[in-house]
Nanobody, 123 residues
Framework: QVQLVESGGGLVQAGGSLRLSCAASGRTFSRYAMGWFRQAPGKEREFVAAISWSGGGTDYADSVKGRFTISRDNAKNTAFLQMNSLKPEDTAVYYC????????????????WGQGTQVTVSS
């Protein structure tokens, strides 16, 4: 069973940047695509970004394209989400998860989630 630990969240002003990390264990990290999701208060969890097992393919939600960049370090079993030009509407708890493909990430049919990391963007 995979264990996922998200970190790097915090309070930032609009226009600022944060870098989130997702440390994964329990599976061979380099065999799985990784994805980031977020859940704002009163809203459903939504897809943010995904990266293929090799890092050669990425996918982003329209709302974050051009501002967020997903990456991974297979040697460190860690995925990252660089968030620039943050907006108040980016405020949410951010979660990561993994699946065999980016398509599977998008389906978001996961049995468990980590604790997430809170991102708060002030206006």
């Amino acid at each position: 069973q995979v264990q996922l630990v998200e970190s790097g969240g915090g309070l930032v002003q609009a226009g600022g940047s944060l870098r989130l990390s997702c440390a994964a264990s329990g599976r061979t990290f380099s065999r799985y695509a990784m994805g980031w999701f977020r859940q704002a208060p009163g809203k459903e969890r939504e897809f943010v970004a995904a990266i293929s097992w090799s890092g050669g393919g990425t996918d982003y939600a329209d709302s974050v394209k051009g501002r967020f960049t997903i990456s991974r370090d297979n040697a460190k079993n860690t995925a990252f989400l660089q968030m620039n030009s943050l907006k108040p509407e980016d405020t949410a708890v951010y979660y990561c998860n993994q699946a065999l493909t980016i398509t599977a990430i998008r389906r978001a049919n996961f049995g468990s989630w980590g604790q997430g990391t809170q991102v708060t963007v002030s206006s």
